[in-house]
């Protein structure tokens, strides 16, 4: 039997040791689906229940391997949906490629149905390379340049096959003219800086007396290094979000997250220092930088596109974070003093405090503060967590502590919902040994996670650890939506926008075989988490928690204070509350006390 085209791309994914392919069906790739029948199913072709979730699940995957993600649809309208996902991969700065199907070659301008200028559509969100392939020799190397560009530029790359060409013999470029040959594989590189440069970072550095460093997703392979590098300079440490599981979260000197979703300790900290160290992070909102002109400050970055970005630097070092650090170190001179960063361990430890006793304020019926705070101490080693976008961003961020071999992820730069069930079904594909986490509000639930538990459903007993527990902050409202209208727009709560309705998603889990339970008190939540930590099988909680506890951040801005008691004056169908709960949550911050760091259960004493 002769080699088709749709043979032989199977043949050089597994050649590139892909072992996963996350699609959904239709008849523009029908010719593949056939080659997925005579390779016995490998690389292994992943069902979603929509193209969408078939990106995001490529993402997920992706992120916690630290391998390319791969997805597939149809044409036309297959091809449109991965379009989401794609964008929360190219944003993210994660490998994934995609291939997608078109109309024959034959029927191409003639408004088929199903044609879709699919090099048009594709140019943004894979503008690093988007091919379609018309004839057979365009392969194997269409194939090896996406692979290889997704993987070097940290992106999303296209390629595009025509029906009729998936069903072409296939036929290997000649040595010849106009033939683009191809060859497999690539190493990896870790780029560094030049040795001047890195003087001039150092004196740079050495001069500081009130340092701030700030790490993202760039840095995870850099943990020893950076905090060798705060050690030795008496600084903290703050986290874009992406960058989370970068450094542990119960290290004295790391504030944790910054920005909108961000911590106290890590506002304050870049408000009072003098110096700023950027490793792997391209964190987008400048105001919670500091002031320009108050600190001298320095980037490093392996992307020389993303290096000068958000903040006047006046040093940008393009190199890899961890060979940049390890040449930086031995030129650093130890801090002087010792007082900036007991400050900056005294607002952490305050901070903390500051969460536990936020967590502790009661709410009708529960406290989504109380729910994430509680999971913190029941992490278990090597969990895989995913957030979606929305106010369950926000406790994620300020109420669950990465340590370890802990994996964190959401949607960064895009911001989308959605992305968190298929997030953590990409992850249990990388690591089926492995628990998993998602922690999404019930808007995403009911945009896409009800759905993907029917993916679950399909794969979860091929999975070593059973273990994947879906938490839904379930409050009937599309709450950071309605908080942001609050505080910035001064507006009251728009019900036919705002309002959701109360879906039973716990008893949907177990029409489909996995766990599942709702929690409606409290006293209640620890037993839950305890429970679908140890289930023999994934299980989804909702948790019925309060729309009026506030996600905005402790160091909300008069005018955002102002405007949120505006919305009270106009009438916001829940003021009552709403003023309830955020006299309370304010009150906590205000509060003296610190948090002692032995209070914390012991590695033995966490399931």
């Known amino acids: 039997m002769s080699t088709k085209v749709s043979d032989h791309i199977l043949e050089r994914l597994r050649a590139w040791e892909v072992e996963h392919v996350f699609a959904y069906p239709g008849d523009g790739i029908n010719g593949l689906l056939a080659a997925w029948g005579r390779a ?24 916690f391997s630290g391998r390319v993600g791969v997805c597939a649809a149809t044409s036309g309208p297959g091809a449109i949906h991965l379009l989401n996902g794609l964008y929360d991969a190219k944003l993210d700065h994660v490998p994934v490629v995609a291939l997608v199907g078109q109309t ?35 392969l194997p190397n269409v194939l090896d340049r996406a692979m290889r560009t997704a993987i070097a530029r940290r992106t999303v790359t296209a390629v595009i096959v025509p029906a009729d060409v998936q069903e072409l013999d296939y036929s290997a ?32 550095l050495n001069e500081g007396e009130k340092v701030a460093v700030l790490i993202g997703q760039g840095a995870r392979g850099a943990r020893q290094e950076v905090m060798e590098v705060a050690d030795q300079l008496g600084a903290g440490v703050a986290k874009a979000l992406l960058g989370k599981d970068t450094l542990d979260d119960d290290l004295p000197y790391v504030t944790g997250a910054i920005g909108l979703l961000g911590t106290r300790p890590s506002y304050e900290m870049m408000r009072d220092c003098d110096t700023l160290l950027v490793i792997g992070s391209s964190f987008p909102y400048t105001q919670f930088l500091p002031e320009f002109g108050q600190a ?8 020389p596109h993303m290096v000068g970005l958000r903040y006047p630097f006046e040093i940008n070092l393009v190199g890899d974070a961890r060979e940049t650090l390890r040449r930086l170190l031995p030129l650093l001179r130890p801090a002087e003093g010792h007082s900036w960063r007991k400050q900056i361990e005294r607002n952490t430890a305050r901070w903390w405090d500051v969460m536990q006793r936020r967590a502790a304020v009661g709410a009708d019926p529960i406290n989504p503060e109380y729910v994430a705070h509680t999971l913190d101490e029941l992490l278990p080693d090597d969990v895989i967590l995913a957030a979606d976008s929305g106010s369950a961003a926000n406790w994620y961020a300020r109420h669950l502590r990465l340590r ?10 895009l911001a989308t919902m959605g992305p ?26 009911q945009m896409n996670g009800l759905a993907e538990l029917i993916t679950i ?33 001064g ?117």
């Open 296 to 303: 001298r400050a320095v980037q490093i970055d392996v992307d």
């Open 104 to 138: 024959d070659r034959s029927a191409m301008g003639g408004s088929y149905q199903q044609e879709v200028d699919l090099l048009s559509l594709y140019k943004d969100v894979a503008s690093d390379f988007c091919a379609m392939v018309t004839v057979p020799e365009q």
């Open 457 to 489: 459903a399909k794969y979860w007993e091929r999975w070593a650890d059973p273990r994947l527990v879906v938490a839904v902050l379930n409050n009937q409202d599309l709450n950071q939506v309605t908080w942001e209208m609050r505080a910035m727009s």
């Open 40 to 63: 016995d199913n490998r690389p292994e072709f992943v069902q979603a229940r929509h193209e969408e979730m078939s990106a995001f699940q490529a993402v997920g995957y992706a992120k």
């Open 420 to 445: 968190g069930v298929p997030y953590v079904i990409g992850a249990k594909f990388a690591h089926g040994d492995r628990p998993a986490i998602a922690l999404v509000g019930d808007g995403a639930m």
């Open 491 to 607: 507006a009251p709560q728009f019900l036919p926008s705002q309002s959701l309705p109360d879906v039973a998603y716990a008893d949907f889990a177990r029409s489909l075989g996995l766990d599942g339970m709702r929690v409606e008190k409290p006293e209640a939540v620890r037993g839950a988490w305890q429970a679908a930590l140890t289930a023999d099988r994934p299980c989804v909680i909702d948790f019925r928690t309060d729309p009026a506890v506030p996600p905005i951040p402790p160091h909300a801005s008069l005018d955002q204070i102002e405007s949120a008691a505006a919305a009270v004056l106009k009438g916001d169908s829940d003021r009552a509350a709403m003023v309830r709960q955020g006299f309370k949550a304010k009150v906590q911050d205000m509060l003296p006390g610190r948090r002692h760091r032995e209070d914390r259960p012991s590695a033995a004493e966490r399931p």
């Open 404 to 413: 370890g071999a802990m994996r964190g992820s959401l949607s960064g730069a």
């Open 173 to 204: 470029p000649d040595h010849a003219f106009k033939m683009v040959p191809s060859s497999l594989g690539m190493t990896r590189s870790a780029p560094v800086p030049p040795d001047q440069d890195i003087e001039r970072a150092a004196a740079l």
